[in-house]
């Protein structure tokens, strides 16, 4: 029986080999086994239709795993949701809000329905939440009647209705405009340093790359690969950018010192480095009486990680 | 999924060694009960809700003023057709409870019923709500038994509209007084009263069977709409079923068959046996339908 967590002991969300395959029988997640530590900020990237509304569904115990398990705050799910959820704030798949139910109204009742959450201090909780996502001079309008981005925030506040020692949030900046998420970020930031750990799945990848301490990467219901941000981008090497006004010499004598992939456009030549010394490069270039005007590396962008792990094509896998 | 749900208290950090308990809470059992609480006020809140309660509400004042209309010149009303009970409403206006009650039985309370019990998962699915009702977490047996509890708040509600409606309208339009019952005998008002007190707690029993139909209906689809029109839809086709004679034999299991032993409380003394065999149907309506509904949701996958 696979009992992830107890291996490591400070990791908040572990799975192993989880798999859904949905009734029609599409294989939605395959096999993941995803390990989020304590206290980080942790990015799950992946383009549309990877799994990540399914594998967040499992950990939330709204759908029964096809094989494998996974564990939330140490306890297995979906076994334990009574337990475990009280603790779990989530957004998932956008918000959703009784059209009919102020604003304040709808949070009362996602409030009454935590069997947990005492009713002497559920006023002031909801008040606390709608005055943390900004919405305490709308809270008396219908719901139905309030813009994407106030329902997307009027869902975070619902998420936010107790302290929480996880969120998970399913793209949070659908639908918001900068200013709305510059304030959701800096609102992960805060919640982080307040020791709550930060699910986020999201295909923006600077907003990743921005918040999360840790990414895991999802293409067709595999996990690719996961690990501190920093590591990931370190993964996709840089590239060798030369700045020249004979960038024909140049792209010559760069080619007989090993670098490859060599691409000139106007004066900048570019390539793959080798594994030798890039100062031995340079003098080369300079002996050859090459030009240089500037030399050096491009570090690799977390979309360049990206897109070396998933592939260029914007199609969605079937 | 709520299979083997673990109870409140539980440590969560079993295992998680690090992890630290951010504000320990000890809910109190009675801490349950807010959804319930929520549930009904948001349900008597809706528009739809107050729209049903009104068309209940207006039945009585239209029997009411045609039996007034139709009986100004003198003559009878009924003449012989015509809901129970219609002849003697101009003699005592305590009749229009019991003519309302069974007028509105047969079709407009159960239909309301369908309606609130057939859109009490359903609806919530479709509006994406009931995801975030579980993750709360409300807990899938709780919430249907909530669910459940509020249906049959309703019936008694929707019921009570009735009579209520059809007591004032009898009291402004026709006397009141001393009644007969059906054996003949004669009763005080006082006691008229109270046996339509009875007569409304029976009606509304009566329709505990088809909100455990309605509300199993609701587990089987996210689209509300559809969970509506298919309870109301079983309604109807039981309703014909009723009257098929080559059906005899299987006549006695459907939920309405009893419906109408309700009047049977007007009897002197009271005759008891179909009003029980009536109970004892919804009750099997509610067991039968309960626990599948139960089966249904506590497995199903939430993906809407
Ligand atoms: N309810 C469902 N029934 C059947 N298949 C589904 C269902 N929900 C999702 N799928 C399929 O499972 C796969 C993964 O979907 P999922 O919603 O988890 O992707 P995602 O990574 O969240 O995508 P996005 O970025 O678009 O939100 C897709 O191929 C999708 O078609
Ligand atoms: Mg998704």
Not at chain 1, 20 to 29: D, E, F, M, N, T
Not at chain 1, 231 to 256: F, H, I, N, Y
Not at chain 2, 134 to 143: D, I
Request: charged share 15%; proline share 5%; glycine share 10%.
């Amino acid at each position: 029986m696979a009992e992830p967590s107890t291996a490591e002991p400070d990791t908040v969300i572990a799975t192993r080999a989880l798999t859904k395959r949905y009734r029609g029988g599409q294989l939605a997640v395959d096999g993941l086994d995803l390990s989020v530590p304590a206290g980080s900020v942790f990015g799950f990237l992946g383009p549309n239709g990877s799994g990540k509304t399914t594998t967040i569904r499992m950990l939330m115990g709204l759908i029964e795993p096809t094989s494998g398990a996974a564990r939330v705050l140490g306890q297995p799910m979906p076994r334990a949701t009574r337990t475990v959820l009280p603790h779990v704030g989530a957004l998932i798949e956008g918000p959703a809000l009784y059209g009919f139910l102020s604003g304040r109204d709808n949070l009362l009742r996602y409030d009454s329905a935590d069997p947990t959450a005492d009713p002497r201090t559920r006023r002031t909780r909801v008040a606390a939440a709608l005055d943390r996502v900004g919405l305490t001079a709308a809270a008396g309008k219908k719901a139905k009647a309030y813009s994407l981005g106030m329902k997307q925030r009027l869902g975070l506040a619902a998420a936010l209705l107790q302290p929480r020692r996880l969120l998970v949030l399913d793209e949070p900046t659908n639908g918001l405009d900068p200013q709305g998420m510059r304030e959701i970020r800096s609102l992960v930031r805060e919640l982080a340093s307040e020791g709550t750990t930060v699910f986020l799945s999201s295909h923006l990848l600077d907003e990743i790359e921005q918040v999360c301490t840790h990414v895991a990467v999802m293409a067709q219901g595999r996990l690719i690969t996961q690990g501190p941000v920093a590591e990931l981008a370190a993964g996709a090497r840089g590239r060798l950018v030369v700045t020249t006004p004979d960038p024909g010499d140049a792209a010559r004598v760069l080619k007989e010192q090993g670098v490859s992939d060599v691409v000139v456009t106007e004066d900048r030549v570019t390539g793959e480095p080798p594994e030798r010394d890039l100062a031995e490069v340079n003098a080369a270039l300079v002996t050859a009486g090459v030009r240089v005007r500037g030399f050096g590396l491009e570090r690799a962008s977390l979309e360049d990680a990206f897109v070396a792990l998933t592939g260029e094509g914007f199609d969605v896998a079937g | 999924m709520s299979r083997a749900e673990t109870t409140d208290g539980t440590d969560v950090t079993a295992g998680t060694g690090t992890v630290e308990v951010v504000g320990v809470r000890k809910p109190s059992p009675l801490w349950t009960l807010g959804l319930l609480r929520n549930e009904l006020v948001t349900t008597l809140r809706r528009w739809r809700t107050i729209a049903l309660l009104g068309v209940l509400a207006a039945v009585p004042v239209l029997v009411g003023i045609a039996v007034k209309i139709e009986t100004s010149d003198g003559a009878s009303a009924g003449g012989g057709g015509g809901p129970a009970f219609i002849a003697q409403i101009t003699n005592n206006g305590l009749f229009l409870v019991f003519t309302a009650l069974a007028a509105t039985l047969p079709f407009f309370l159960p239909m309301a019923i369908g309606v609130i019990a057939g859109d009490a998962i359903a609806g919530e699915a479709n509006a994406g709500t009931l995801r975030y009702l579980l993750v709360a977490p409300a807990g899938r047996t709780r919430l249907l038994l909530t669910k459940y509890a509020t249906t049959l708040a309703f019936c008694v509600i929707a019921t009570l509209v009735v009579a209520v409606s059809a007591l004032i309208v009898g009291a402004l339009l026709f006397p009141l007084g001393e009644l007969t019952t059906i054996s003949g005998t004669r009763i005080s008002f006082g006691e008229g009263l109270g046996r339509a007190f009875l007569i409304a707690l029976a009606v509304a029993a009566s329709l505990i069977g088809i909100a455990a139909l309605g509300l199993f209906v609701s587990t089987l689809t996210n689209s509300g709409i559809a969970a509506m029109a298919t309870t109301v839809g079983l309604l109807i086709t039981i309703q014909i079923l009723d009257q098929i004679p080559q059906l005899h034999s299987l006549q006695p299991y459907f939920f309405s068959h009893y419906w109408l032993s309700f009047a049977d409380l007007m009897r002197d003394p009271v005759y008891w046996d179909d009003l029980y065999r009536n109970l004892g149907l919804q009750g099997l309506y509610a067991a039968v339908f309960g626990t599948a509904a139960w089966a249904r949701f506590t497995t199903k996958d939430i993906t809407a």
